[in-house]
């Protein structure tokens, strides 16, 4: 079965931090971009960063950028989305998709959170709050 699950989400306190992990099974995740999105109650699903197939090109939405940081670990099939200095407003549900591409210019020369994704996973809840 091929699919992407995330794992790692939960309730911190503002300011606190979590790492989440993107793991694919039944494919390898070497040829694909993976991004994050999230979802938050009653908006809109944004995309948040990216990560070419190398890992040598990246891309965040403006409001993460500085706080989060997104890597890849190809040998161990799993992409991770480091998120520091959560704020109330970083709550949402967060999913990770997988694009095939080789391309490294993916993330910064396509827009690469409104085109259709291979893969989806079930998304992981972050709950930011005191």
């Known amino acids: 079965q091929l699919q992407l699950v995330e794992s790692g989400g939960g309730l911190v306190q503002p300011g606190g931090s979590l790492r989440l992990s993107c793991a694919a099974s039944?494919?390898?995740?070497?040829?694909?971009?993976i991004s994050w999105f999230r979802q938050a109650p009653g908006k809109e699903r944004e995309g948040i960063s990216c990560?070419?197939?190398?890992?040598?090109?990246?891309n965040y939405e403006d409001s993460v950028k500085g706080r989060f940081t997104i890597s890849r670990d190809n040998a161990k099939n799993t992409v991770y989305l480091e998120m520091n200095s959560l704020k109330p407003e970083d709550a949402a549900i967060y999913y990770c998709?997988?694009?095939?591409?080789?391309?490294?210019?993916?993330?910064?020369?396509?827009?690469?959170?409104?085109?259709?994704?291979?893969?989806w996973g079930q998304g992981t809840q972050v709950t930011v709050s005191s």
């Open positions: 990560i070419s197939c190398t890992g040598d090109s990246t």
């Open positions: 998709a997988a694009y095939k591409t080789v391309a490294d210019y993916f993330c910064s020369a396509y827009e690469w959170s409104g085109i259709e994704y291979d893969y």
């Open positions: 039944g494919f390898t995740l070497d040829y694909y971009a």
